[in-house]
């Protein structure tokens, strides 16, 4: 039997520096946009904080957060 993972969290007086969160991404409809994968294209629908429908031109795709590889332009 495993014990459960305690949650890590970091101590104010620690001398090791906190994990830096990294800035959450938002996007636009109508913004443009360039991916890794797909390259550049145009936002056509937002689905609240979880995932963006982009237009790439010859094909659709719906990014999920945390949107690896896709940056505003």
């Known amino acids: 039997m495993r014990k459960p993972e305690a949650v890590r969290r970091h101590l104010p007086t620690s001398p ?3 994990k830096a969160e990294a800035p959450r991404k938002h996007f ?3 913004e443009r946009v360039t991916h890794d994968v797909y390259g550049l294209g145009r936002v056509i629908g937002v689905e609240g904080d979880t995932a ?3 237009d790439f031109g010859s094909r659709q795709e719906r ?3 945390p949107y690896r590889g896709m940056f505003n332009l």
């Open 63 to 65: 990014i999920a957060e």
């Open 28 to 30: 636009a409809l109508g």
């Open 52 to 54: 963006v429908l982009v």
């Open 16 to 18: 090791f520096k906190a």
